[in-house]
């Protein structure tokens, strides 16, 4: 069975900090790992992808698999970073994704 | 224009009413999906489709059936709507390995 943990429902940081949103999952084969966000009254949109190993918004992921984790990270919050974010592994074979309960990032002035 | 447009996007309903939603994609992906999202909870599969004669069930299925009507379209049907199914319904569409691409999100809300 495959699953995704985030053990912050909610984070607050102020602007000009460094956020990072935990994400665990267990799997038992080759994970694919996406981070999703959902700015408020739009859609949820993909953020990153491990395999792309790329920099969006300034966020970043690195997948730990000795860890188990794929952590999202940024060295300086902006207001408009506010908003839910979902991690997701998606079962290759199965074509699944599953979700994390999210993590709502708010970032003060 | 949008990839993935969603009909209705907000809907109240009596219980015991069937009600459908619609979901339609532009992308030309063979793999659709209908997620639903409750605060606290995440979202959670009900349905997903891989081509236009494969349809399966996810994790929360039971209540809900689904149709492919064609490879952009993939309705989510509830039989006898109950108060329990309110919440947010998303339908996505993906190509193995890019992630989900979703549509705007249908609120129901059944009384």
């Known amino acids: 069975a495959q699953r995704v943990t985030q053990p912050e429902k909610l984070l607050s940081v102020f602007k000009g900090a460094p956020v990072e949103l935990k994400c665990n999952y267990s799997y038992s084969g080759s994970p694919e790992l996406f981070w999703y966000v959902q700015y408020s009254r739009q859609r949820l949109q993909l953020l990153l992808r491990h395999i792309s190993r790329e920099s969006i918004k300034g966020f970043t992921a690195d997948l730990n698999k000795g860890e188990t984790s794929f952590h999202l990270k940024k060295p300086f919050a902006q207001e408009e970073d506010s908003a839910m974010y979902y991690c997701a592994l998606t079962n290759t074979n199965a074509g699944k994704s599953t979700f994390g309960d999210g993590t709502t990032l708010t970032v003060k002035p | 224009d949008a990839d993935v447009t969603q009909t209705p996007r907000n809907r109240i309903t009596k219980t015991g009413k069937r009600i459908m939603l619609e979901c339609s994609q532009t992308k030309g992906h063979d793999r659709m999906y209908w997620y639903r999202q409750d605060p606290g909870l995440g979202l959670r599969l009900i349905y997903y489709s891989f081509d236009v004669k494969d349809i399966n069930k996810g994790e929360i299925s039971d209540g809900y059936s689904v149709s492919r009507q064609a490879q952009a379209k993939f309705s989510l049907s509830l039989e006898s709507a109950i108060p329990n199914q309110t919440a947010l319904y998303f339908c996505?569409?993906?190509?193995?390995?890019?992630?989900?691409?979703f549509g705007p999100g249908t609120r129901l809300t059944v009384t």
């Open positions: 996505a569409t993906s190509d193995p390995g890019q992630g989900l691409l």
